[in-house]
Nanobody
Framework: QVQLVESGGGLVQAGGSLRVSCAASGRTFGLYAMGWFRQAPGKEREFVGAMSRSGGTTYYSHSVRGRFTISRDNAKNTAFLQMNGLKPEDTAVYYC????????????????????WGQGTQVTVSS
């Protein structure tokens, strides 16, 4: 129903910033709640942040709160993850995910609630 393609990952020094984008196909992007997750080698996938269909309501994990910002531009079928103050422990593959939602202001915290996933993009933070 929707395909997600990420871009913007790369290598950055500790304390730096990076902006990751998630481009979605289809004509109903505005009906999906979106989430961001990350996974480091040998570790389970970890919740990063989530937002409602409009992007007006957001929620972040404690580990990234205050440093990361998620947003979306529904007219451009794109979700964003702005990462500031990056730390080496932020090194991971970052994924965007979509969940069709009938609730305007709802967001979802569990990876198991999402139906569609991007391919992931590597973010490496050097010290």
């Amino acid at each position: 129903q929707v395909q997600l393609v990420e871009s913007g990952g790369g290598l950055v020094q500790a304390g730096g910033s990076l902006r990751v984008s998630c481009a979605a196909s289809g004509r109903t992007f505005g009906l999906y709640a979106m989430g961001w997750f990350r996974q480091a080698p040998g570790k389970e996938r970890e919740f990063v942040g989530a937002m409602s269909r409009s992007g007006g309501t957001t929620y972040y994990s404690h580990s990234v709160r205050g440093r990361f910002t998620i947003s979306r531009d529904n007219a451009k079928n794109t979700a964003f993850l702005q990462m500031n103050g990056l730390k080496p422990e932020d090194t991971a593959v970052y994924y965007c995910a979509a969940k069709p939602s009938t609730r305007t202001n709802s967001y979802y915290l569990s990876e198991y609630e999402y139906d569609y996933w991007g391919q992931g993009t590597q973010v490496t933070v050097s010290s």
